[in-house]
């Protein structure tokens, strides 16, 4: 009997360690899965910034064409307008 009340008391007393144990356990892994979510986070936040960017400086050199073609467009069409008053000259001194 009294070897029987020492385990049982030995019991009672692992019995919360093994619940702490347990409970510092899963908050480990708690903190493990934590920090795995927070790096993936961090990896898709800085490859969205990376796309941002990207997007800017795609935009940049699209608005730099786009200037450069519309001064393009000027420049032919006051080619064509002067062309047109050259023949509109010679329509004028024949007829």
């Known amino acids: 009997m009294a070897f029987s009340l ?8 692992l019995d919360p ?5 347990e409970r510092i356990q899963r908050a ?3 903190v ?7 790096e993936a986070a961090e990896k898709e936040l800085a490859e969205a910034q990376q796309a941002v960017d990207d997007g800017r400086a795609e935009n940049a ?4 064409e786009l200037e450069a073609l519309r001064s ?9 307008e002067k062309l047109l ?8 001194n024949l007829g």
């Not at 008053?85 to 010679?90: A, E, K, M, R, V």
């Open 6 to 13: 020492l385990d049982e008391a030995e019991e009672q007393e």
């Open 17 to 21: 360690l093994s619940r702490l144990e």
């Open 28 to 30: 480990v892994s708690l």
């Open 32 to 38: 493990v899965k934590l920090r795995e979510e927070k």
């Open 61 to 64: 050199k699209l608005t730099e």
């Open 72 to 80: 393009e467009r000027k420049q032919v069409r006051g080619r064509l």
């Open 85 to 92: 008053d050259h023949i509109d000259q010679l329509g004028g």
